[in-house]
């Protein structure tokens, strides 16, 4: 089987790498083709148009930005869609709303007959070097099951969710479950201290409990002592939660504790915080 | 060195027996003397009161219910405080608002001399049988590293927080942690059901990453699929986000996040669900 990869940025390209790894035909295709160096060091051939790579593949898998981006690798000029796609198959990987994502399955699908499969990924750079991703389908169940076997390359838990936009709206559930996580981490570290708890000890004495997580481990020490490199920009986590809000606003679905923490982190941006880290919150509770 | 245990309900008669198991001397007392059956046959000695416990040990343990059962077993009638205490500690598992064991602990000293530690754990009762329960600690030092070497028989994870009342306020800081990731949890759960997503998988999808954490994984199925037993009642959520609330405005400290959780779990009890397992506030979303 011929595979395609779009999008050979900080988590790309990783994944590219352990698909070449494995011994898979990949033809690459990124913006700006500088970046497509590594890959074809290791065996890629590159394509040099998204059209061109379509033609050249039997299932593509594309790792962009935004829907934006999307967008225009696949509708732009010479893009996906103007290739020949019965029998093929598009992974996106992209973190997208569901609803948008359904909206470019089904005009990809008017346009060349191609199949789309969602599948947005969670842990990060590491995850996709290490080849430990999560990673959420959504799409035809026989779609999803030819799609498996290529993830594994660079996935450890991969789970199909239901049909197309059901990826998207997983990742919006987790995302809204690590946000209130972070949120109420801030609310703990500030009871601590307020309480004369040393607040620094607080990671240690409730790890393995029913307080712990990863985020709260990874945050609460950012809390307290602070941080030089954030690890992710709050206002990633805003756009998320406000998606996830109007996923559940559409269906008639109030969430008022996502509401309360949609409510902290967009009092953060106004703060001019929203590029800091999400440890940042902290700070609305001084 | 001299026990004495006090209280050996559901938690307390499996801590006892580890501290038996590890050769110590120990002295129990239970309001209802039948539960000292099992200690007794394992080498425990009964005291007929609180106050003969506190004769015949120089560290005591008390696993009572609440503020009211503790402050009756210290104060009331044949109460620990009626015995002399100098040199002696007395280790407080009960979780309790800190500034009660704050008042109790300033009470106890005056009475006899006897040093308090706070103890609350986390783990229940399969940790206490296994011996790998979280003991936050409150109270001085010394008295915290004298009580250390015992609790070990049952804790695998103790941690001095600070200073008497500190052992409360982690607990709560925990209890607002567990409480918001159950509700979260909920809003999770009903989120993908609304979107069209295999709610019964989010469990499996999410495992290993960032959404991830013990409360998910216990709670997320059974507001899928139900449950027969509760595994807690909601109202003790309840009671302990009122409590870390109390103590958060107390100093004037909003938690925004925190009270949107309580008005939540308060709204549950008030459709009458309060003795419900958690899961129950799924409903609140129907």
Redesign the interface.
């Known amino acids: 089987m011929r595979l395609g990869f779009l999008g050979l940025g900080r988590m790309g390209l990783p994944m590219t790498l352990r698909l070449l790894a494995r011994g898979h035909a990949v033809a690459v295709w990124n913006r700006d083709p500088a970046k497509l160096a590594d890959a074809l060091a290791r065996g890629a051939r590159a394509a040099p148009t998204p059209a061109a790579l379509a033609e050249a593949a039997d299932v593509l898998l594309m790792c962009l930005l935004d829907a934006r981006a999307v967008e225009e690798v696949v509708f732009g000029a010479h893009g996906i869609a103007f290739a020949p796609g019965d029998g093929k198959l598009l992974v996106d990987h992209a973190s997208i709303a ?1 609803d948008a994502t359904r909206a470019f399955a089904a005009r990809l699908a008017a346009a060349n007959g191609m199949q789309w499969v969602d599948a947005p990924v ?2 990060g750079v590491a995850g996709a070097r290490d080849g ?1 991703l ?1 990673i ?1 389908l959504g799409g035809e169940a026989a779609a999803c099951a030819r799609a498996r076997p290529i993830l594994e390359a660079y996935g ?2 991969i ?5 197309v ?2 990826g998207q ?2 990742k ?7 946000a ?2 972070i ?3 801030a ?6 201290q ?5 607040a620094g ?2 990671p ?13 481990q ?1 945050w609460a020490p950012r809390m307290v002592h602070g941080w030089d490199e954030p690890l992710a920009a709050a206002n990633l986590l805003l756009k998320d939660v406000d998606a ?1 809000l109007a ?2 606003r559409a ?1 008639g ?9 949609r ?2 982190f967009a009092l953060l941006d106004v703060r001019g915080e929203g590029a800091s880290d999400p440890a940042a919150i902290v700070k609305l ?1 001084s």
Chains 1, 2 share one sequence.
Do not use: K
């Open positions: 569901p969670s842990g430990s999560a959420m450890s838990n789970t199909r969710m239901g049909p936009g059901a709206a997983t919006l559930c987790n995302q809204i479950i690590v209130t996580t949120a109420i981490t609310e703990a570290v500030r009871l601590a307020t309480a004369g708890v040393d000890a607080l240690r004495a409730l790890a393995g409990g029913f307080a712990d997580s990863r985020p709260f990874t996830a996923l559940a269906a679905l109030p969430l008022p504790v996502a509401e309360e923490v409510r902290r509770y």
